[in-house]
């Protein structure tokens, strides 16, 4: 089943749900398909299984990485570039779309996409408005009207419900943001864990020689775009301190993003040019995951770091910076380290102490899969997101405003356990 451009009429595939059947739309102002790209897409590829019709609105750079996903679970897509809401002549596209398709909920992902998407909605009598918080917004930090959140709280008048990816941002939108606590449900990031296993001795001896490493050789992997939040600067300042005891180490570093020069100049200032190697973006993860010996996340900021779900699903000890999310995951002690953040001597320290302990690191490891089984799985999170969607459609279904709005019977709808 192929996807179709909302640029035209949208013509259902052979066997697509019913057309009564609701109808999400996901709404992103991300470019990117990393960590909010993805957390949208692992609900999308979902959708229709859960008897849901699967929408999704978001710039092309998005949907061309995405392409292969939305062609095969027939993810309905427009490519819209809106990054303010005073974008009048997105705003009207996105008013079409919402009334021609009739779309019965509105999923927006961060603060930016809900002050684009929710007011245009609500007028377009959208039957429920959601947004999912994936973290604290460093930009806005010392802004005075934008770090204020007063935006924020006139748009979450206008929103049905808000999904924190984690405990630490629900604690942030309610004491931050002042978003009323019943508005907040948490339902922590999940993936698919299938793709993910602990690597045994023979797959991490091939991944080293398809990266060209040496067998003996320490390895320190970091999976993240270069941007001023994810703390590669602290990283390197980390391992200037460790490489005169450890001068077979090796960093690799994932990812591509602003500052990926200015970090390469870091690593030539600190004569680390060998023992930092630059990967660019890559979609074989599990290949990086099997040859590391540790998974590294310096963050400055997190939601909840799916990085670090996928190191644990891999069997691979993570070290972190206590931010958001992050000690959700990374259990200090159990399964990793956890240090304060912006601490460069503390981050060195702990990736010393598992660099001198493979042992310790491998209980990390076995501790970490287990963890993630347990509280990490995306069906799980499929499976409490799309109750609260069977939810909040039941409760507009009995508001006069939206009556008019769902013809189908929300009482047949596939509902789910929603605890913990």
């Not at 993630?372 to 405003?401: I, K, M, N, P, W």
């Amino acid at each position: 089943m192929a996807s179709t451009n909302l640029g035209s009429k949208i013509v259902w595939p052979e066997g697509a749900p019913p057309e009564h059947s609701p109808r999400v739309l996901h709404f992103l102002c991300t470019p990117l398909r990393a960590g909010v790209g993805e957390h949208a897409l692992s609900l999308l590829v979902a959708l229709r299984h859960h008897g849901f019709v699967p929408y999704i609105i978001a710039p092309d750079p998005l949907l061309a990485a995405a392409k292969a996903e939305l062609d095969e679970f027939a993810i309905k897509s427009v490519a819209m570039d809106m990054s303010s809401p005073l974008d009048w002549r997105e705003i009207m596209r996105l008013s079409s779309v919402l009334r021609r398709e009739r779309i019965d909920i509105v999923h927006c992902h961060m603060a930016i996409a809900s002050a684009c998407a929710s007011p245009i909605a609500r007028l377009s009598r959208v039957p429920v408005l959601i947004e999912t918080a994936h973290g604290r917004e460093i930009w806005r930090e010392g802004k005075r009207l934008r770090g204020s959140f007063w935006v924020d709280r006139q748009v979450g008048r206008l929103t049905d419900r808000f999904i924190a990816v984690s405990e630490a941002v629900a604690r942030h939108l309610i004491e931050n943001k002042r978003i009323p606590i019943h508005k907040i449900t948490v339902i922590r990031n999940g993936r698919d864990l299938s793709q993910y296993q602990p690597a045994n001795c023979a797959q991490a001896r091939e991944a080293r020689v398809e990266l060209l490493l040496e067998q003996d050789a320490p390895v320190i992997l970091m999976l993240a775009r270069f941007s001023i939040e994810k703390g590669h600067r602290l990283l390197i300042e980390s391992v200037r301190q460790l490489i005169s005891r450890w001068p077979q180490l090796i960093v690799l570093l994932a990812g591509d993003g602003p500052l990926e020069n200015e970090i390469k100049a870091q690593c030539a200032r600190f004569g680390l040019a060998n023992n930092v190697r630059f990967l660019g973006y890559r979609s074989d993860t599990q290949k990086l995951l099997a040859a590391a010996d540790i998974v590294v996340l310096p963050s400055r900021i997190e939601g909840l770091p799916l990085v670090a779900v996928e190191a644990l699903a891999s069997g691979r000890a993570v070290v972190g910076t206590a931010v958001g999310g992050t000690p959700e995951v990374v259990i200090n002690g159990d399964t990793g380290l956890v240090v304060p953040p912006e601490d460069p001597i503390r981050f060195g320290e702990a990736l010393e102490s598992l660099l001198c302990d493979p042992e310790r690191r491998k209980r990390m490891g076995t501790r970490g899969r287990k963890l993630v089984e347990e509280r990490f799985d995306v069906r799980s999170q499929v499976e409490r997101t799309t109750a609260l969607y069977s939810e909040l459609l039941g409760a507009a279904r009995t508001s006069l405003r939206h009556v008019s709005r769902l013809p189908y019977d929300h009482e047949s709808l596939r509902t789910v356990d929603g605890g913990k």
